[in-house]
C-alpha cells in the first residue's frame, strides 16, 4: 500500500472544508486561499483547487467577483454564500464529531 496516496486522499477528503473555512470571514482570490492553505501546512496545487473552486461556485456555495488589481490581471474574488455557511456550519459539526470519535480511537490507551 502507498502511503502517499492515503495522505493525499485524506487531504482531499477536508479540502472542501478548509477552502470554505477560508472563506468564511472574507473574500479572498485563489492565490491567497492557496497561501492560507500552504501556510497551515495543508500542501495543494493550483490544478486541485480551481476545479473546487468552479464546483462550490456551481453548487452556489461560493459566489465571485472581479476587481481591477494595480500589479496585473484583475483578480476574481471568491466568497461564500448564505447557502455557503449554512453547509459551512453543517460541516463544522460534522468535522467535530468525527475528530472526537477518532481522538476516541486513537488515542485509546
Known amino acids: 500500500m502507498n502511503i502517499e496516496n492515503t ?3 485524506m487531504r482531499k477528503g477536508v479540502l472542501e472544508f478548509c477552502i ?11 492565490s491567497e486561499i492557496l497561501d492560507t492553505l500552504k501556510n497551515a501546512k495543508l ?10 473552486l468552479t464546483r462550490l461556485k456551481n453548487d452556489e456555495l461560493l459566489s465571485y467577483r ?11 474574488y471568491y466568497g461564500l454564500t448564505e447557502e455557503g455557511q449554512i453547509f459551512l456550519n ?14 476516541i480511537i486513537t488515542i485509546q490507551k
Open 20 to 30: 470554505l473555512s477560508v472563506l468564511k470571514d472574507k473574500e479572498a482570490y485563489t
Open 66 to 76: 472581479w476587481e481591477e488589481s494595480t500589479s496585473g490581471p484583475p483578480r476574481k
Open 90 to 103: 453543517e460541516l463544522n459539526s460534522t468535522w467535530t464529531e468525527l475528530s472526537d470519535a477518532v481522538n
Open 43 to 52: 500542501l495543494v496545487v493550483e490544478g486541485t483547487v480551481y476545479p473546487l
Open 7 to 9: 495522505k493525499a486522499q
